[in-house]
């Protein structure tokens, strides 16, 4: 395997921005060539997934349809749906609907009807590298106002990722996503984030989407993490189900949320799901 190994230059930026108050990864998160050409190769999966989903959501559909349908394509290309028994969670992908926030469980009696909004969340163990992402599916005809939440939300991933550079601030993609939420007259989550991942399935560091002060993380060339905001068209409270998984707004208002996978360039930063 290869080890990965800092550059002169980089260390030296490094104790540049240590000694402005940044908060410096520590050198395993920093992934090889080798090791995030694994990641892209199972990110390509997991996009695939996203887009065959974009075909295939219909109403009458059950949710139960939607996980048999990743982890066949899952199956069918070497790879292991991540999600499967991760921490006793007992199905493929997540599925959350309305408002459900994230981490919603497909189940046969679920049916998709028209006007839902679904948030398909899908990963990918490939060889033992892991990707993570996510899209907003619109079922049948949508109300404009539902149609909007999930758009804004689509901007603030976009607003999110593209603060992602080498010596950046983690705490910069949630300087750009919460303001711009808050205009278009949405809560960001705050209880939730993204996360590192690559060679487990969360690794640090965590990734808030709400405005921070201070330094903050530094982005480092070869870091990967998730930029995955989740977008409420009420307030940002949350509350757990009593099968402590699915997670919905607190108001019952109507929840988004896109995710991608990227990984941290010499240059800016390239999208490996999503």
């Given at each position: ?28 998160l920093i992934k090889t060539q080798e090791q995030l050409e694994g990641i892209r190769i ?124 080498p010596y950046g601030s983690i705490n910069d993609i949630g300087r750009a996503i919460e ?96």
């Amino acid at each position: 395997m290869e080890v990965y190994v800092l550059s002169d230059d980089i260390l030296s930026n490094i104790e540049k921005y240590r000694l402005q108050g940044y908060i410096i990864p520590h050198p395993s998160l920093i992934k090889t060539q080798e090791q995030l050409e694994g990641i892209r190769i199972s990110g390509k999966i997991t996009t695939e997934i996203l887009a065959l989903l974009d075909r295939e959501i219909h109403p009458g559909m059950t949710t139960a349809q939607i996980d048999k349908l990743v982890y066949d394509y899952t199956a069918d290309h070497g790879a292991v749906p991540a999600t499967l028994n991760y921490n006793g969670f007992p199905k493929s992908v997540c599925t959350s609907i309305n408002d459900v926030v994230c981490h919603g469980i497909p189940s046969d009696k679920t049916v998709l009807k028209p006007g839902d909004i679904i948030n398909i969340d899908v990963s990918t163990i490939l060889n033992g590298f892991f990707s993570d992402a996510s899209r907003m599916y619109l079922v049948g005809e949508v109300s404009p106002q539902a149609k909007r939440l999930v758009k804004v939300t689509k901007e603030c991933l976009e607003l999110g990722t593209r603060q992602v550079k080498p010596y950046g601030s983690i705490n910069d993609i949630g300087r750009a996503i919460e303001p711009y939420a808050n205009q278009n007259g949405y809560t960001v989550v705050r209880d939730l984030g993204g996360h590192g991942v690559g060679l487990k399935f969360h690794e640090e560091p965590h990734v808030d989407h709400f405005e921070k002060t201070g330094k903050g993380v530094l982005m480092l060339p070869g870091m990967v993490f998730t930029v995955e905001p989740m977008i409420n068209e009420g307030g940002y409270s949350v509350k757990m189900a009593h099968d402590n998984w699915t997670i919905t707004t607190r108001d019952g208002s109507l929840s988004a949320q896109w995710e991608y996978t990227i990984a941290v360039t010499e240059t800016g930063y390239e999208i490996l799901a999503g």
